[in-house]
């Protein structure tokens, strides 16, 4: 093989390697995958707080629309903002202060926010959410796409973002308590 033969094979490897790579780098781009953070508490949502060996002290509450807990003995506890580990806490340490010597609480969330869904569906509304919850399954849950319906792309506002994000609507695209989905429209 010539010199000039094996530097040509030689660049035009180089080229289709520096093709793929940016070619990749640009798919990851476009195919953002949503992270869903750890669920906070916020008003409606209903919880369980079980004071173990303590009847009284265990119950099913609902965080008020000012974002607190009213629970025995200890009056409103602020719960919007936390997580549910994080009221734990809050009321284990509340209990230590001079009700109970060392409290073990457990707390979890019985019902969610709802989601929301609006657009190019067939039913737009509010929802129930349930755990695990994909854009498909609130597709789903609202009777399913319109035949306008533009099946690549969703828009999601978070219950506490200012403004809506695209996302490639994919049967992995993760919805949180409380989200606004839009369906947009195709053009052809």
């Given at each position: 093989?010539?010199?000039?033969?094996?530097?040509?094979?030689?660049?035009?490897?180089?080229?289709a390697t520096f093709?793929?790579?940016?070619?990749?780098?640009?798919?990851?781009?476009?195919e953002a995958v949503r992270e869903v953070p750890e669920y906070r508490l916020g008003a409606g949502d209903?919880?369980?707080?079980?004071?173990?060996?303590?009847e009284d002290l265990t119950g099913e509450f609902q965080v008020g629309g000012a974002g607190k807990v009213s629970l025995p003995l200890l009056g409103e506890l602020e719960a919007s903002g936390l997580t549910a580990r994080e009221f734990q806490g809050r009321?284990?340490?509340a209990l230590k202060q001079g009700y109970l010597k060392d409290p073990r609480v457990s707390v979890e969330v019985?019902?969610?926010?709802?989601f929301y869904i609006l657009?190019?569906?067939?039913k737009p509304g509010e929802y129930p959410y349930t755990n695990g919850l994909t854009v498909l399954n609130a597709v789903a849950t609202a009777n399913g796409f319109t035949?306008?319906?533009n099946k690549s792309r969703v828009f999601i506002k978070r219950a506490d973002g200012e403004k809506e994000e695209a996302f490639p609507l994919t049967s992995t695209t993760?919805?949180?308590p409380g989200d606004t989905i839009r369906i947009g429209e195709r053009f052809f």
């Amino acid at each position: 093989m010539s010199f000039l033969t094996r530097r040509g094979v030689a660049v035009a490897l180089l080229a289709a390697t520096f093709c793929m790579q940016g070619g990749a780098a640009a798919g990851q781009a476009a195919e953002a995958v949503r992270e869903v953070p750890e669920y906070r508490l916020g008003a409606g949502d209903k919880i369980r707080v079980i004071t173990f060996g303590e009847e009284d002290l265990t119950g099913e509450f609902q965080v008020g629309g000012a974002g607190k807990v009213s629970l025995p003995l200890l009056g409103e506890l602020e719960a919007s903002g936390l997580t549910a580990r994080e009221f734990q806490g809050r009321v284990e340490a509340a209990l230590k202060q001079g009700y109970l010597k060392d409290p073990r609480v457990s707390v979890e969330v019985l019902n969610y926010r709802p989601f929301y869904i609006l657009g190019e569906v067939t039913k737009p509304g509010e929802y129930p959410y349930t755990n695990g919850l994909t854009v498909l399954n609130a597709v789903a849950t609202a009777n399913g796409f319109t035949y306008r319906a533009n099946k690549s792309r969703v828009f999601i506002k978070r219950a506490d973002g200012e403004k809506e994000e695209a996302f490639p609507l994919t049967s992995t695209t993760k919805v949180a308590p409380g989200d606004t989905i839009r369906i947009g429209e195709r053009f052809f």
